[in-house]
């Protein structure tokens, strides 16, 4: 795509997730934005007492949690990592933020690998801690949180925490959203195709928050500067990455030369695969929607959706 609009903005407000701790700590104090009711098929009308403990505990209650990162190489250069030295993650926040952040970290493209180390460890941390928080509960309680930039998108991360809601009986349910703390682009976008701008102004402010997100371009030029495990990390999300999105190559030159040590270029890393993801996501948009407009509203990179499901035991 031509012209890449200059990311500085987006990385004021993007998210940090380079070091992998950061997505543990995106979410922290993060407030439930809103709550609706929602009918699902074979369900009962939904408990407005229930809805407001469902809320209490799932959006103010805060809990810790802690989990490593086991599928990163332990040996950098010369030295060796254990679990006690950098692999080792704490989180703070609600249960609902939490269930957030999992999904983000758990983002994949289609059926492709997930696209952070912590995502998988993260979530069954996640859903032990939240069981125990909910033990005394007086119903059993299912999160579901799912983040996609839009409607449709090939990339999207899913989490779920708690009990496996019931086939039968009755069931209640509410949704809410959690800021994703990437940025919130649908309001540039609408603007964008106001004045003139078509998929593909939609499409590059989608792409460039989505990789600021995942790779924030200070951030991880620092990470890939050290010799430690976070240019280990990094260095694998760039390259996960790059073979997901369509027409990136983890070895092509502006990958693999932006990644050497000494030759660090985030800015030109991240610009490749905006091109590229940007490019993708306008085919996606011209697909899924019948215009630009309707493709800018239904941006929602900036927030995750979360259904919670609650039922007598």
């Known amino acids: 795509m031509s012209d890449p609009r200059p990311r500085e903005r987006i990385g004021e407000r993007a998210v940090n997730t380079v070091v992998d701790v950061s997505f543990a700590l995106l979410f922290v104090g993060v407030a439930v934005t809103a709550l609706t009711t929602v009918p699902l098929q074979n369900e009962t009308e939904y408990d407005p007492n229930q809805a407001e403990y469902t809320t209490e505990t799932l959006g103010s209650s805060t809990i810790n949690v802690t989990y490593s990162v086991d599928t990163a190489e332990t040996v950098v250069g010369d030295r ?14 609600s249960i609902a933020s939490l269930a957030g952040a999992v999904a983000v970290a758990k983002g994949r493209f289609d059926d492709g690998p997930v696209l952070t180390s912590t995502g998988p ?58 800021p994703s703390d990437m940025e919130s682009v649908r ?48 260095r694998q999300r760039y390259e996960g990455v790059a073979q997901a999105i369509d027409g990136a190559d ?61 039922w007598q035991p």
């Open 187 to 234: 309001s540039d976008a609408i603007e964008a195709v106001e004045h003139g701008g078509g998929y593909e102004a939609v499409a590059e402010l989608l792409a460039e928050a989505v990789i600021e997100g995942y790779l924030p371009e200070l951030e991880s030029k620092r990470a890939l500067e050290r010799s430690s495990p976070d240019r280990t990390l990094t």
């Open 121 to 178: 460890p993260f979530e069954q941390a996640l859903d032990e801690r939240a069981q125990t928080a909910l033990v005394e509960s007086s119903f059993e309680t299912n999160i579901t949180a799912v983040w996609q930039p839009f409607d449709g998108a090939s990339v999207r991360g899913r989490a779920d925490v708690g009990q496996s809601p019931p086939d039968t009986g009755a069931v209640s349910t509410a949704t809410m959203t959690v």
């Open 250 to 310: 983890p070895d092509d030159e502006s990958v693999t030369e932006n990644l050497q040590l000494h030759s660090v270029d985030t800015a030109d890393l991240n610009e490749y695969l905006v091109d590229h993801l940007g490019d993708q996501f306008q085919t996606e948009l011209a697909a899924r929607f019948e215009s630009p407009a309707e493709a800018a509203a239904a941006a929602s990179v900036g927030e995750v959706r979360i259904a919670v499901r609650t």
């Open 80 to 93: 060796s990592f254990d679990e006690s030295d950098q692999l080792r993650r704490e989180t703070h926040g």
